[in-house]
């Protein structure tokens, strides 16, 4: 079993932070892939931002700019980062773990006000 537990959503005003962490534990033994997508109410989920293991990185053109994501690979851990948020932005963002399997968070509520 794999468990992925994600913190640090929440309500900010349109131009401020938020800082998404997702924690992956259990029989995780090669992750090819972290990352983030999010889904705003009646539209389809949508990938906001991926790295892979080795690094590189790839962003939604939405997010180029304001959004950084990063790995800690010791911790099973991946960032977003997210700066000058608009209320576009506002949705459930869900990390996932690409190993073997895909594996999804519960989702995280981000919410900007204008």
């Known amino acids: 079993q794999v468990q992925l537990v994600e913190s640090g959503g929440g309500l900010v005003q349109a131009g401020g932070s938020l800082r998404l962490s997702c924690a992956a534990s259990g029989s995780i033994f090669s992750i090819n892939a972290m990352g983030w997508y999010r889904q705003a109410p009646g539209k389809q989920r949508e990938l906001v931002a991926v790295i892979m293991k080795g690094a590189s990185t790839k962003y939604a053109d939405n997010a180029k700019g304001r959004f950084t994501i990063s790995r800690d690979n010791a911790k099973n851990t991946v960032f977003l980062q997210m700066n000058n948020l608009k209320p576009e932005d506002t949705a459930v963002y869900y990390c996932?773990?690409?190993?073997?399997?895909?594996?999804w968070g519960r989702g995280t509520q981000v919410t900007v006000s204008s």
């Open positions: 996932y773990v690409y190993s073997s399997l895909v594996y």
